[in-house]
Nanobody, 117 residues
Framework: EVQLVESGGGLVQPGGSLRLSCAAS????????MSWVRQAPGKGLEWVSR????????TYADSVKGRFTISRDSAKNTLYLQMRSLKPEDTAVYYC??????????WGQGTQVTVSS
């Protein structure tokens, strides 16, 4: 059974940092491209970042470029999202998702990130 379990969310002040984790199991993590996707209150899904299976290629939405860093540890079957210089508009539920072309086939349950003073 494929499982993606996010953690690391919470309440942080503007300008602060958080690191999200996504623990993966039930599939060969090392050969799967992975993404982070978020959903702000009352809004649709927004793709945030993607990392290739080997970790050598990363891409980011313009809204987070230069502030967020995606990474993976295949030895630990874990995906990460380091978030810095957080803004109130980053407030959202953050999901990790497994890519199986041509779509995401598995999603985690999400972790809430709230940026507020």
């Amino acid at each position: 059974e494929v499982q993606l379990v996010e953690s690391g969310g919470g309440l942080v002040q503007p300008g602060g940092s958080l690191r999200l984790s996504c623990a993966a199991s039930g599939f060969t993590f090392s050969i799967a491209a992975m993404s982070w996707v978020r959903q702000a209150p009352g809004k649709g899904l927004e793709w945030v970042s993607r990392i290739s299976s080997g970790g050598g290629i990363t891409t980011y939405a313009d809204s987070v470029k230069g502030r967020f860093t995606i990474s993976r540890d295949s030895a630990k079957n874990t995906l990460y999202l380091q978030m810095r210089s957080l803004k109130p508009e980053d407030t959202a539920v953050y999901y990790c998702a497994k890519w199986e072309a041509p779509a995401y086939d598995y999603w985690g349950q999400g972790t809430q990130v709230t940026v507020s003073s």
